[in-house]
Every structure is written in structure tokens, then in C-alpha cells.
């Protein structure tokens, strides 16, 4: 006698035949459907991220923009109307933003005035807007 005995695994194939063909039909079922599920899903197209290095003209142009002249009162010359800085107000308002805010988008560029720093907009006369605290980058601390 060996330790697999065939006739009495025979046998319960025998005995079991029906139970064993519905089992297996409803696992076959399962990946059928499973698998024409994933084929008609549609296709997730990912565009491949493509990180080059810096051009040494691109990088001239990031520190150009940090270090422009800042606007620091509402009544300074109109040559330096471009000049962006932290923070925006109206030179007809009373409150500066963030300039990514809401209210900072409503302001018309002729009438923009850019800031360096809260300080500087509060010496001006101008208080923060609403948005100064509720948008505010991560890290930002009040003065």
C-alpha cells in the first residue's frame, strides 16, 4: 500500500463528479468575466514625466524675477508699474493680498501695487485682507 491511495481519491472524484464540474464552472465563469471587464475598461493613457536640466538662461530668468525693485507706497512712478513682489493691494483699497487670493485677481493691473513684505504694505497704511491668513503657504508665520 502506497501513501497516496488512488482508488479511494477515485472514488470521491466518482461520488463528487457533479459538485466538482459546478465548482469549476462558476471559477471559469469568474475569469472570464473578470477578464473581459478589464479588457473593455478603457485604457489610462499616462504621459511619461520628463525631467531635463535647467537651462542656464531659464535660471537667469527665476533670479531676475526674485530680485525686481518692489513697489512700496501706492503713489511711486509708473515705470516701475511692473514690478511684482509678494504680496498686492489697490492703490484705491485699503487691504493687501496674497496674489494668488481671489480679491488680488479682481484688482485692474493699472492699479496693482506690489509689496515685498507685510511690513512694507502696512507702512504704506495698508491692513491685511481676509485671505492673507486663510491662504497662506505652508510655513507662513505671521509677523
Known amino acids: 500500500m502506497s501513501i497516496i491511495d488512488f482508488n479511494r481519491i477515485g472514488?470521491?472524484?466518482k461520488r463528487n463528479q457533479a459538485d466538482i464540474a459546478i465548482a469549476a464552472g462558476f471559477i471559469l465563469v469568474a475569469i472570464i468575466a473578470f477578464g473581459s471587464g478589464r479588457l473593455?475598461?478603457?485604457?489610462?493613457?499616462?504621459?511619461?514625466?520628463?525631467i531635463d536640466e535647467?537651462?542656464?538662461?531659464?535660471?537667469?530668468?527665476?533670479?531676475?524675477?526674485?530680485?525686481?525693485?518692489?513697489?512700496?507706497?501706492?503713489g511711486e512712478s509708473a515705470s516701475m508699474a511692473g514690478a511684482k513682489g509678494l504680496?498686492?493691494?489697490?492703490?484705491?483699497?485699503?487691504?493687501y493680498y496674497w496674489p494668488w487670493c481671489s480679491w488680488a485677481g479682481r484688482?485692474?493691473?493699472e492699479n496693482k501695487v506690489w509689496f515685498n513684505s507685510e511690513k512694507d504694505a502696512q507702512a504704506a497704511g495698508f491692513s491685511p485682507g481676509a485671505c492673507i491668513t486663510s491662504?497662506?503657504?505652508?510655513?507662513?508665520?505671521?509677523?
Open 87 to 95: 504680496f498686492v493691494a489697490s492703490k484705491n483699497g485699503t487691504k
Open 40 to 50: 473593455s475598461a478603457p485604457q489610462i493613457v499616462r504621459n511619461p514625466v520628463i
Open 135 to 143: 491662504e497662506a503657504p505652508a510655513g507662513y508665520a505671521k509677523p
Open 11 to 13: 472514488d470521491w472524484l
Open 107 to 109: 484688482i485692474k493691473e
Open 54 to 74: 535647467p537651462d542656464s538662461s531659464s535660471s537667469a530668468n527665476i533670479l531676475s524675477n526674485v530680485s525686481r525693485p518692489i513697489i512700496g507706497a501706492a
